[in-house]
Structures are given as C-alpha cells and as structure tokens.
C-alpha cells in the first residue's frame, strides 16, 4: 500500500505539467495519511474548496476551464461516515482504492460511479524493499524527473454540525508481474502500484462519461518510465 509520497515542487511546476495555477499555499513535501494535499478535478459547477481559482483553458476544449486544483486530506473519508471521529479512524485505511473493487466497495462505490475521479500530483511514491531482509524506504520517480499524475477518487463529507472534509484516496492496480514494483512491499503479499496516468490521457480520465470507460486507464505503468532509489537517511 501506498502510503507516503512527494508533493510537486517546486510549485511553479503545476502549470506546464497539469494546466492549473499553482497551489495558494505551500503543500507539505512528504504526505502521509491525514495530511492536507491538493489533487486535480473536473472543475465544479460551485467550487467551495478550490484552492487556486479556475484552471486556465486547455487547448481542444473549446477554451473552457475543465481541471481545477483544490486541497483535501490525504485517505478517503466515505460520505456516508456519521461522525469526524469516525472519519478520523477510517481515512487513514483508504489513503488507497482498488481498482479492481471500486464497484463493490462501500467506501468507494458512490465516489466512483458519480464519476469524482481527480489526478494525484506528485514527484514520487515510496515504497519498502524488503530483499535484504528489513525494510528499506525507496522512492519511485520518473526517469525523466517531471512530475506524475496519479489516479485518484476524491470525496467531500458533510458533517451534522455542517464541518466539511474533501479527501482523496490512490488508485492502486496489480503489479505481481511488473517488473519493477514486484521487488517492493511485503514478502508474499500481493504487490500493489499506483495507478500512474499518461500525461495526454489526464482530460480523457476526467472527463470519462462512463465509469467503465474510466477502467480503461487503470493499467501499470512501464517500468522503463520508472526509476527506484533507497531513500539516503
């Protein structure tokens, strides 16, 4: 499972990689579970939790702003959870999502079939090596440096006493056959990657109108696009 990752920097990154303004606020380096991040959406008819203002228009879309950047906690809270302590206790268990269960998983179902599919930025991932027989913390970029856009699900909890949470969980797919991602994680366990996007499909899963169109772009990616290096304490 994928539970730490590098924010995008430095922020003047956002706008040439993923057409949207840069975050109004620094965004943490390192994210762990519960920790504020940013993620990119569809933009809103009311964005309420926007961080950035409207996303300039992309070429192709009929010059309409169609991706907006905004801030949510790092671990999906279901908007079906009664209470923020609740809340509290089940968001770190879905920093990850499935790709193989969103249709039949209680927390993730009603985000995934209203189509609230957003793109993860980051610079790396991190997983364990586990060969030398303890974990090693590594981290998993792109060999080429530039930023990555992961698939995600995003979800906003709307409290009794009107406290509000937007969150975002990885899509994560099978990798037992990749072959870079085998090595990382626990020994015989299955092995788990996030769902890495091609840059030129990020409107494409977006803008899906059918979630099993959406499917389609839950594959791994290559691993010659991968580079992994242990983490230097």
Not at 7 to 31: K, M
Not at 61 to 74: M, Y
Not at 155 to 162: A, K, M, N, T, V
Not at 174 to 189: E, V
């Amino acid at each position: 499972m994928t539970v730490h990752y590098e924010s995008v920097h430095p922020a003047t990154l956002y706008p040439d990689a993923f057409g949207v303004p840069a975050p109004a606020s620094p965004v943490g380096r390192d994210l762990w579970p519960r920790q504020p991040g940013v993620f990119i959406r569809r933009l809103q008819a009311q964005g309420d939790d926007v961080t950035a203002g409207d996303a300039p228009g992309l070429p192709g879309v009929d010059s309409q702003p169609v991706r907006e950047l905004a801030t949510g906690q790092f671990g999906l809270v279901p908007a079906w959870v009664k209470s923020a302590s609740d809340a509290r206790l089940r968001s770190p268990k879905l920093v990850n999502a499935r790709a193989e269960t969103v249709t039949t998983s209680n927390n993730l179902r009603e985000a995934w079939l209203a189509g609230q599919r957003c793109i993860v930025p980051m610079m790396a991932f991190f997983e364990d090596d586990f060969r030398s027989g303890k974990a090693v913390p590594t981290r998993i970029a792109r060999v080429d440096g530039q930023p990555m856009g992961v698939a995600g699900l995003w979800e906003r909890w709307l409290g009794s006493d009107g406290e509000v949470i937007v969150s975002f969980s990885l899509l994560t797919v099978n990798a037992n056959s990749h072959a870079l991602m085998h090595r990382y994680q626990q020994p015989g366990a299955e092995k788990r990657m996030p769902a890495v996007l091609n840059e030129g499909a990020y409107d494409a899963w977006l803008n899906a109108a059918h979630p099993e169109k959406a499917r389609e772009f839950m594959r791994a990616y290559p691993a010659n696009w991968l580079t992994a290096n242990p983490v230097q304490k």
